[in-house]
């Protein structure tokens, strides 16, 4: 703070982070509202507030944005201990209520009493679209099992616009790079989680995740769908709801004729893992991955079965092999060991040898000085180490997924 004056610190007082000052709520009950052990923050707010990630011209400020469990019916409130406006002339407080306005789709309530009657009609809610799968959680603290189903939802739905509307601003909160999708377009999937509980002896729904699926189509005859965007609610997270989810989409396509392969556009880690473990439960029973198959090496009746069977890329089925072969592979053998590791690295060395290509090509054209430039950039020692370093990290990827098969 060295070198402010003493308006620009007071002003700096009344900076809030916004992802802190954002208050996000799932409410079943009447009592949770006031219940603040039960609020979750953002994880991002950069798209509507900048880099930073800072609203200016407050002090104490919440942004209340809770949600009926079930329907997502919202109340929006914007709290404060002072406003900047009123302590100083000429210095302006963003304009936070119209900044959320732009994300939140019309029919929220601003109070309390409104909120409640939103909750009394909760009773109604049912989840939309067929039920391809139900499932129970066994909850530890609890000592209860929890029942939740997975249903396949599209816009001629009734109501279901108008909910995804509401689902949807959470991606903002969630998703680095998240952006609304256009539900005109009747070639995307919904796929919705729910959980039943209970409520005054009555059964009731509440919104745990989704998943948006584009189905793009592939000459001459067939349709490759490409997972969008999917989301489990952080009050639902670390409870295995995500790789449910993904194993009823994907197991809901393998089921089509018409469909090519399954996969994803511009996937995070936590996806990649997420995909690792449920293709390898698919995969694992597969002739084509039986141990003595595995240590032969990458085959084409791999590619070609988990193909026709489960409808998995080429690209993801090598995934497949190498953490199975991993999990068949005895590493305390140095034999063994070797082979798998170059194995990988064999597959993992493609990019440097490309390049290595291209660089070839470039001798052409390059003067001697900007060609030794150039060579010194790809150092077959710095290549070595990349290597290294790349099958070390996929090692200890590929051995988080054998873990989680094994407990599971």
Known sequence: MAGLTAMEKKLAEYKCNTNEAIKLKLVRFQEDIED??????????????????????????????????????????????????????SVQADDVESKIREIIPAGFCTGTDDFVSFLEKEVNFKPFGTILHTYTVHNEEAGEEF????TKADITCPGFKEYHERLQTFLMWFIETASYIDVD??????????????????????????MTVYNYYVYPDKTRPRVSQMLILPPFQGEGHGAQLLETVHRYYIS?????????????????????????????DLQCFSAEKLHLGFSKEMVTETQQK???????????????????????????????????????????????RELAKMRRCLQPEELTNQMNQIDLNTQHEQLEESYQQLIAEYRRTVERIAQA
Not at 56 to 73: D, H, N, T
Not at 188 to 205: H, I, M, Q, R, S
Not at 256 to 284: G, H, W
């Open 36 to 89: 603040e052990s039960m609020t979750f923050n953002p994880e991002y707010s950069h798209q509507l507030f900048g880099d930073d990630e800072v609203a200016f011209g407050y002090k104490g400020l919440q942004i209340q944005l809770y949600y009926s469990a079930g329907s997502l019916s919202t109340m929006f409130r914007v709290l404060y201990k002072s406003k900047v406006n009123d302590k100083f002339d």
């Open 147 to 150: 029942t939740y189903q997975i």
């Open 185 to 210: 377009d009747d070639r995307w999937d919904y796929f919705l989680v729910f959980e039943k509980y209970n409520k005054d002896g009555a059964t009731l729904f509440a919104t745990v995740g989704y």
């Open 256 to 284: 089509s004729p018409n469909i090519l392969d399954m996969t994803a556009e511009d996937p995070s880690e936590n996806f990649v893992r997420l995909r690792d473990y449920v293709l390898v439960k698919l995969c694992q």
């Open 310 to 356: 489960l409808k998995i890329n080429k690209q993801h089925a090598r995934r497949v092999y190498e953490i199975l072969r991993l999990r068949a592979t005895d590493l305390s053998d140095p034999e063994k060991a070797k082979a798998y590791r170059l194995d990988i690295k064999k597959r993992l060395v493609g990019p440097y040898k490309k390049n290595q």
